[in-house]
């Protein structure tokens, strides 16, 4: 069974780096791509960044700031974010788009909450 689990988030002051980690355990055929999700409460879950085929996407409100990286032979993920502000404050969730077994399914991981705050 794919399971995928965050680490790296904590409590940060504005202008602090923090780097999220995504280890991603089972047998994985393919990996189509691996993104980086963030949710706060009362709003809808927004895309930070992404890899697919076509190349590395990043949200406009993270540009410049946060770079996602991967290792598909290690099954890991990373967000490295750089001049966090408070509104950077979210749980950041790990997704992957996987082959398991011929069949290609959305996983997610359970969340890290980041905080930005002085």
């Known amino acids: 069974q794919v399971q995928l689990v965050e680490s790296g988030g904590g409590l940060v002051q504005p202008g602090g780096s923090l780097r999220l980690s995504c280890a991603a355990s089972?047998?994985?055929?393919?990996?189509?791509?691996v993104c980086w999700y963030r949710q706060t409460p009362g709003k809808q879950r927004e895309l930070v960044a992404r890899i697919n085929r076509a190349g590395t996407y990043y949200a406009d409100f993270v540009k410049g700031r946060f770079i996602i990286t991967s290792d598909n032979e290690k099954k890991m993920m990373w967000l490295q974010m750089n001049n966090l502000k408070p509104e950077d404050t979210a749980v950041y969730y790990c997704?992957?788009?996987?082959?398991?077994?011929?069949?290609?399914?959305?996983?997610w991981g359970e969340g890290t909450l980041v905080s930005v705050s002085a």
């Open positions: 089972g047998s994985i055929d393919i990996i189509n791509y």
């Open positions: 997704n992957e788009g996987l082959v398991v077994g011929g069949f290609q399914k959305d996983y």
